[in-house]
């Protein structure tokens, strides 16, 4: 083999074993058809447009969750803001399945760290402006969107940057819908119970018995989050839905926060919320989800 100046490239072998012997041509062109052949299976097995799509879903919701965060402890209190933490909390366990069926790699290579580095400025800025949103009564109130502006241009932004150039990808096989497994099946009812509650109790009066089951609500869904790698954890749960189990997710999230932050609200109203978001999804457990094998 030659360089670019035309001069032999001399091999310096390793002390006591004699220099290999260059490849032929043919073995060459090979070793070069193999490499293709690698890339395009890993453009198989990680769909970088379903990651883009995600990076955009997360930093939409983040950006909604933020929102009504701020609005729920400048206005609210109580327990308000621990629902929506915890609907956060449940749908960030839930996107780490979705990210782990696309193929998701988590690497920290020299490249990468710009891209981090930016992420964590941004991050700490995001902070930073939702405290003031929050602890600074003179903050003004068009203050508690920017945390949310920030994350939708920032991340959203970087997610609509891989999704154009994952646009020339060659497209990933057709998953063929399959009946979500018993154990996903229970865990899908399991968060539509959990937000039903959520529900139900976020519109309920605060109290101390309104404060004590929220409490217990939260902690019985931390061991299920300690769980995630069961069967009936969140992330493999996550990881077997599909588009009609995350509008149902939508859907329920959505009712959630009208439910808690819209005032006067009757308990039974919230009640009745909580049942038919628990029908939703005892309903949309019997849709077909993903199928995992592929």
Wanted: hydrophobic share 55%; charged share 15%; aromatic share 8%.
């Amino acid at each position: 083999m030659e360089s670019e100046g035309g001069h032999a490239m001399e091999q310096k072998p390793i002390q006591g074993h004699e220099a290999i012997a260059p490849p032929s041509a043919d073995v060459a062109q090979r070793y070069l058809d193999e490499a293709d052949a690698v890339k395009h299976r890993r453009g198989r097995v990680v769909d970088r447009r379903a990651l883009a799509w995600l990076q955009i879903a997360n930093a939409a919701v983040t950006a909604v969750y933020l929102v009504a965060l701020v609005t729920a402890i400048r206005g609210h209190g109580g327990v308000t803001p621990q629902v929506f933490v915890f609907s956060f909390l449940v749908w960030g366990q839930l996107s780490t399945g979705m990210a782990q069926r696309s193929g998701i790699q988590l690497r920290l290579t020299w490249s990468r760290w710009p891209i981090l580095l930016a992420g964590g400025a941004l991050t700490v800025a995001v902070l930073v402006v939702f405290g003031f949103a929050v602890f600074y009564p003179g903050f003004p109130a068009i203050g508690v969107w920017i945390p949310a502006v920030l994350m939708l241009v920032g991340f959203g932004g970087y997610g609509a940057v891989q999704l154009a150039l994952a646009s020339g990808d060659p497209r990933p096989p057709r998953s063929m819908p399959k009946p979500l497994p018993r154990a996903m099946r229970w865990g899908t009812i399991c968060v539509g119970v959990a937000l039903g509650v959520m529900a139900t109790l976020g519109s309920a009066p605060d109290g101390v018995l309104a404060s004590t089951l929220l409490l217990l609500v939260v902690l019985m869904t931390f061991v299920w989050l300690v769980a995630a790698r069961s069967e009936m954890g969140l992330p493999a749960v996550g990881a077997s839905w599909r588009w009609p189990h995350l509008l149902a997710y939508a859907a329920a999230a959505g009712a959630l926060a009208l439910l808690v932050l819209l005032d006067g609200v009757p308990i039974g109203l919230g009640f009745v919320g909580g049942l038919m978001i628990i029908a939703l999804f005892i309903a949309v457990s019997f849709v077909r989800g993903r199928d995992l094998r592929d």
